[in-house]
């Protein structure tokens, strides 16, 4: 008995090391590399097999690429301390928690980051076992990513539609335009269908959508109209305060 609890004591601990290496190798690796596929992607077309509607359509843009009107958006509707926070939102959940409680509609906590994490390394489930590895994930993707690359993969592998994946195929299907020139409501119907892009449809808006829709709007406004980067900030500042001292200069030489 003891022979047989030793060996899978060394089992778990040898497999437990080999997961932490390996979720550290794919993380770093996929802060250079494009992320092409997804889990959900093949889950959905083995989901859609018996329809023969079995499709992949999905094409990833960089960073650059992206209109800073569809980052806004996303992160208005999405996850407003993105920015802020390191991964998780303890504000959001107390929240989530305290309606569960008093009996009122589940509603959702989970921030950019972890969606990024279920998205790119792990499968739709709503089990303890699978919000424990994204949480795990989570922690590596705020380690070893940036959150301008985090929500870089997140608008390039995020579901928008029946088999329509990322941001440019969404561009391209609903609106036949490339993404870098979505305007701001396009890009603000884009993040309203997030919550449930298989119901919702960005092409053929519902009134409830264009509800949605102008709530998003409003709250981009409020946001500031803009979305910076904690490092696009740091640089601004550098910028004036360089402007700062050659104005000064010059004026000590007049």
Known sequence: MKSFLLLCWNFSLRAGVFFVLFSFLLVLTLRWLPVSYTPLMFLRCIQNVGSGNVRIDHKWIKE???????????????????LTHHGFDFEEIQKAMKDAEDGERNR?????????????FLWPSSTYIRKGFEAWFTVLIEIGWSKKHILEVYLNSIEFGDGIYGCEAAA??????????????ESARLAVVLPNPIKFNAGKPSAYLIKRQNWALGQMRNYGGILKFPSEEKEEVKNNIKKSKDHSQ?????
């Not at 650059?64 to 009107?69: K, R, V, Y």
């Open 64 to 82: 650059d690429e992206i209109p800073n009107n569809l980052k806004l958006a996303v992160v208005c509707c999405e996850d407003q301390r993105f």
């Open 108 to 120: 959702g906590a989970s921030t950019i980051s972890q969606q990024t994490a279920k998205n790119v």
């Open 172 to 185: 391209q299907h609903f609106f036949h335009k490339h993404a870098a020139e979505l305007s701001v409501v």
């Open 250 to 254: 010059l004026e000590n030489t007049k």
